[in-house]
């Protein structure tokens, strides 16, 4: 259970990975021994001509190249810098409108900024030049992209981690009006014809409140909805929005779908040329002594982390799980560094799950928002029926892990889909 809330945001060194896992080609722009700004590229990755700055996140000197494990459970290389603790960021000339001087989040140097109006054309190169793409994780969650016609913007006001719920609504009260206007820019940079942001029917009323007075005039609608009794809640809100089923990435049917967070982060690099350098990490799991939200800088290992927590209980089986349990990812190890698409990590004891048999209830077939048929997909895997799989159009899984949420005889459905991908994909 979570119950402090920490700040980790001067890590001797920062690892920053140089690719992830659509941008596996990189140009490094520096060398060992360069000294480096905050915010300073140090090297760009490519997804075919798409091309992404990797920006440092301290300040200090380049110490070295390494191959080590990203938080995809790939080894990567990652460029090394040792921190000076200084914190000196560049000059953001490039977007400057007007000169703005911030104490905020340790910045030391003056930082430049946009004043209020500003084009679509601004908020994609702003955004795209201070590397803003991944600022949350996996799941339904897209990349802050604008991919052809972007009409809806929603914003996940609740941070559901299933079945864990963490929720840092301090954030909301200190922030309303920074994430209103993020989530304004994000509508702008879109060309958006909707704007929406999905708050938990149960969040604390000052939270609700700074909230709703800070979206009153800037045409963003609420939506507020008991996560406790509805399932696959966005979900069906997004799919109301676009009228038809969702495809594997919510940007082919015109939705940027983020949290309150990435606006936030959104509204700082535009309006005060903060770089992502930082992020909100939720640690959790019985396997850890203690379990925090984390303001945490990015490019910090989290064995760091698990130091600072006063290290693990003795368990036999731990599992390491990144990210959302029905869709996040599995690691081995805790020599990773945290990156921007990082939000929360469960360290946990394995325990076996047993499945009972399937009980043809249906459940996971009227959940799935893909509008396609789990149970009578893995039943088609379970014969090798090739055809079958095809004609069930499987392909339009979106990986979401609703049917095995919703399966009472607590069979791992999504595992028995992606087999089922596999085989004919
Ligand atoms: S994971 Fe399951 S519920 Fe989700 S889209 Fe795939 S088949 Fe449907
Ligand atoms: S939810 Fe589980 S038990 Fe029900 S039909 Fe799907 S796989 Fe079978």
Redesign the pocket.
Known sequence: MITEYRTFLNPKKVYIPLTDIDSKIANVSVEEGDRVLVGQIVAYKFKGKDKTPVLSTVSGTVVGFVEKLDRYAKIVDHIIIENDLLMETIELTNYKDKLAVSQDRNFIHNVTTYSENISTAQVRTALKGLGIQKVTVDGLFTDIKFKGQTEHIVVNAIFTNEPFISTDYEAIIHNAEAIADGICLLGIGAGAKTLTVIVDKYMPAEALDELGKAIVDKNIELISINVKIIKSWDYKIIQKLVKHNLSLNLLDDGVLYTSVHAALMVHDAIRKGIPVTSRQVAITGDGLKVNAVYDVRIGTLFSDLVEDLEGYHEVENMNLHIGSFLTGIQLDNDDFAITQSVDSINVSEYREVEEDVCIKCGD?ND????G?L?QN?MDAELRSVNSRIVELDTHL????????YVCPSKIN??EW?RRAKRRVG
């Open positions: 996971c959940i799935c928002p893909a396609i789990p997909i899984c979106v990986e979401c892990g609703l049917c095995t459905v999504l889909v």
